[in-house]
């Protein structure tokens, strides 16, 4: 299984989309247009101020960094939304900023043998989910994981994964997550909503 490295990319110019809506969809290196690494996000939902909205918005819109705008050179190419409650903005989002809305998670890394991305984003917080004995939300990570993977080993390649808050409410289920990862060598990786998008996209397993 092929799994990606670890690299650093160069500084890049931004390029505003013919379409005029601001949103770079290629960068300038030495004055040749080069498209930008896609990014899949698989939320649980994407709504106003969920994690999935704020993370993925950081992608479309960029962020301020040290009291000036910065726009990762990275883009968000499709999503995926686990449940759609009535104040879903994935489709209306989707179709304004040119972001694929996938009906699951094998459609949103490329379709079946077939994983066309270079990050995954598993962004599950937030949604109608079982609460156990414990008062833990039964948030479905681990799942929604298990069907990346199953994605990676048709395909035949991996891509570094981001999940926002921790892997799992189970212990054991994320000893496995991370287990996984180890054995197919691609970069699993998981922060608060507070992220250096770079990061995301490039981290990588410790060896």
């Known amino acids: 299984m092929t799994g990606v490295q670890t690299c650093a990319l160069p500084i890049f ?7 005029g809506d601001g ?20 939320n649980s939902i994407y709504r106003l101020r969920s994690h999935a909205y704020h993370i993925c918005g950081r992608f479309i819109h ?31 989002d989707c179709k304004k900023y040119g972001i694929e809305l996938s009906q ?8 079946p043998g077939k994983v066309d991305v270079d990050a995954v984003l598993l962004i599950i917080e937030h949604g109608n989910y079982p609460v156990n004995d414990r008062g833990q939300v039964l948030y479905p990570r681990y799942e929604l994981f ?24 189970d212990y054991q289920r994320a000893a496995e997550m991370v287990e996984t990862a ?17 990061h995301v996209a490039l981290s990588r397993m410790p060896s």
């Open 62 to 92: 960029g962020y301020m960094r040290d009291g000036f705008h910065h726009q990762p050179a990275f883009r968000v190419a499709r999503m995926y939304n686990h449940q759609s409650p009535a104040d879903d903005l994935g489709p209306t």
């Open 146 to 169: 298990q069907e990346i993977v199953a994605a990676f080993q048709q395909a035949g390649r991996s891509v570094p994964v981001f999940v926002d808050k921790h892997l799992s409410y």
């Open 104 to 111: 699951n998670v094998a459609s949103a890394l490329g379709g």
């Open 23 to 42: 949103l770079a969809a290629c960068w300038l290196q030495a004055g040749t247009p080069r498209k930008l690494p896609r990014v899949a996000a698989i």
């Open 13 to 19: 110019e931004q390029q505003a989309e013919p379409d």
């Open 182 to 198: 180890r054995k197919m060598k691609f970069g699993l990786d998981r922060k608060s909503t507070r992220l250096n998008s770079s």
